[in-house]
């Protein structure tokens, strides 16, 4: 069975920090790309970051570029997304998604989703 489970998310005030992380099973990690996407309420997801399969391509978000940084540990089948500088327009439902890894960083199709994990950062 396909597993994707977040864990990291919380509260946390403006400028702080978070890592999320994204724990996958039930495919072989190595040949899927793992991408970040969160959805605010009453907007549409959104892609926030992604990394390829061997994690030597990355892929950022404007918004975020900078501020957060994405990595992976193929050992654990885990992929991580360390937050800083966090703004209020952050909060949101952050989801990580897995994805056959075919070479193209912005072509990946994601076909598993895990249940998200709630990011709010006060004012």
């Known amino acids: 069975e396909v597993q994707l489970v977040e864990s990291g998310g919380g509260l946390v005030q403006a400028g702080g920090s978070l890592r999320l992380s994204c724990a996958a099973s039930?495919?072989?990690?190595?040949?899927?790309?793992i991408g970040w996407f969160r959805q605010a309420p009453g907007k549409e997801r959104e892609g926030v970051s992604c990394i390829s399969s061997s994690g030597g391509s990355t892929d950022y978000a404007d918004s975020v570029k900078g501020r957060f940084t994405i990595s992976s540990d193929n050992a654990k089948n885990t992929v991580y997304l360390q937050m800083n500088s966090l703004k209020p327009e952050d909060t949101a439902v952050y989801y990580c998604?897995?994805?056959?890894?075919?070479?193209?960083?912005?072509?990946?199709?994601?076909?598993?989703w895990g249940q998200g994990t709630q990011v709010t950062v006060s004012s």
């Open positions: 998604a897995a994805g056959l890894w075919l070479g193209d960083i912005r072509g990946v199709k994601y076909d598993y």
């Open positions: 039930g495919f072989t990690f190595d040949d899927y790309a």
